[in-house]
């Protein structure tokens, strides 16, 4: 970019309050961003700021022409409106894929949105890279959340599997998960899903990062939605946590960052 047409990709990230796995987040994206050559520039906003504010930096992201991407780290604090945020995002400077508009075409057959959410791109991107043809399979979704469990769902439809998504009501949620040749976890519950809740063979994606107390008694560390020790003696593949799929996670954040100024200069 910077050879051909002078220009450097710019990601801003948007950051409000005080949550310590928002800020390791944004930590590791920024990072990320720096080793590859795309410019950051970040926001950080108060745990009580008003509304106006947030929506008033977001605006001033979208009419920078210098900016290519925005990203606002979720959750926000309760007293903010998430939807009424993820609604003002610029849709061509949207690369966590959150709009409304983005996730509608994500949906609908035949259209494209302009970006896909990182995490279930990462997912996507992972399965045919490890040799597991997702067309024609049984896939169970644990979790329905904006940010994984729902782009999950789409993006294995369109890639042909049967897609079940399984959430908090759901009775014996063992019962259909065990039946599933991909089963993808994102509920925020340490090992939530054990050994005897997967097929011999099938694969596995943990999308879960929950801070938990280090065993040690030291500090924390991070563990998954599923008890890695007993799925990985059943499972044909797995991913671990921590190491899994966020990496990915993060290359598809940078990928999308790379896509979204190759069109804003017409170079795609
Ligand atoms: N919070 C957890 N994952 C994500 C993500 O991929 N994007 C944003 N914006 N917030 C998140």
Same mark, same amino acid.
Not at 15 to 40: N, P
Not at 114 to 133: D, M, Q, T, Y
Not at 190 to 199: H, Q, R
């Given at each position: 970019?910077?050879?051909?047409?002078?220009?450097?990709?710019?990601?801003?990230?948007?950051?409000?309050?005080?949550?310590?796995?928002?800020?390791?987040?944004?930590?590791?994206?920024?990072?990320? *961003?720096?080793?590859?050559?795309? /410019?950051?520039?970040?926001? &950080?906003?108060? +745990?009580? !700021?008003?509304? @106006? +504010?947030?929506?008033?930096?977001?605006?001033?992201?979208? %009419?920078?022409?210098?900016?290519?991407?925005?990203?606002? &780290?979720?959750? =926000?604090?309760?007293?903010?409106? +998430? +939807?009424?945020?993820?609604?003002? $995002? @610029?849709?061509?400077?949207?690369?966590?894929?959150?709009?409304?508009?983005?996730?509608?075409?994500?949906?609908?057959?035949?259209?494209?949105?302009?970006?896909?959410? *990182?995490?279930?791109?990462?997912?996507? %991107? =992972? =399965?045919?890279?490890?040799? $597991? %043809?997702?067309?024609?399979?049984?896939?169970?979704?644990?979790?329905?959340?904006?940010? $994984?469990? =729902?782009?999950? @769902?789409?993006?294995?439809?369109?890639?042909?599997?049967?897609?079940?998504?399984?959430?908090?009501?759901?009775?014996?949620?063992?019962?259909?998960?065990? %039946?599933?040749?991909?089963?993808?976890?994102?509920?925020?519950?340490?090992?939530?899903? !054990?050994?005897?809740?997967?097929?011999?063979?099938?694969? $596995?994606?943990?999308?879960?990062?929950? &801070?938990?107390?280090?065993?040690?008694?030291?500090?924390? *560390?991070?563990?998954?939605?599923?008890?890695?020790? /007993?799925?990985?003696?059943?499972? @044909?593949?797995?991913?671990?946590?921590?190491?899994?799929?966020?990496?990915?996670?993060?290359?598809?954040?940078?990928?999308?960052?790379?896509?979204?100024?190759?069109?804003?200069?017409?170079?795609?």
């Amino acid at each position: 970019m910077k050879s051909g047409i002078g220009k450097f990709p710019r990601l801003a990230v948007v950051l409000v309050g005080d949550r310590r796995d928002s800020h390791t987040f944004i930590h590791i994206k920024l990072k990320a *961003c720096d080793q590859v050559g795309i /410019e950051t520039v970040a926001s &950080q906003l108060p +745990e009580n !700021c008003d509304e @106006s +504010e947030l929506l008033d930096v977001v605006s001033g992201f979208n %009419e920078d022409p210098d900016v290519h991407g925005i990203l606002v &780290q979720l959750p =926000l604090p309760q007293h903010l409106d +998430e +939807e009424k945020i993820i609604n003002v $995002v @610029s849709l061509e400077k949207d690369v966590d894929g959150f709009h409304p508009l983005n996730i509608g075409n994500l949906a609908i057959r035949g259209r494209k949105p302009f970006f896909v959410p *990182c995490a279930p791109k990462g997912c996507i %991107e =992972l =399965l045919p890279r490890h040799g $597991v %043809e997702i067309k024609g399979k049984r896939a169970v979704i644990i979790g329905r959340s904006k940010i $994984v469990g =729902l782009p999950t @769902s789409l993006l294995l439809q369109r890639h042909h599997a049967t897609v079940s998504v399984l959430h908090a009501y759901m009775k014996n949620p063992e019962h259909i998960t065990s %039946e599933a040749d991909i089963v993808v976890v994102d509920v925020g519950v340490p090992n939530i899903v !054990c050994g005897n809740w997967i097929k011999k063979g099938a694969v $596995v994606i943990d999308m879960g990062t929950n &801070q938990v107390k280090d065993p040690s008694g030291h500090g924390f *560390c991070v563990s998954g939605d599923v008890c890695f020790e /007993e799925a990985v003696k059943v499972a @044909s593949a797995i991913t671990p946590v921590p190491g899994g799929v966020g990496p990915v996670t993060i290359s598809m954040l940078l990928s999308n960052t790379l896509d979204s100024v190759k069109r804003a200069f017409g170079m795609v």
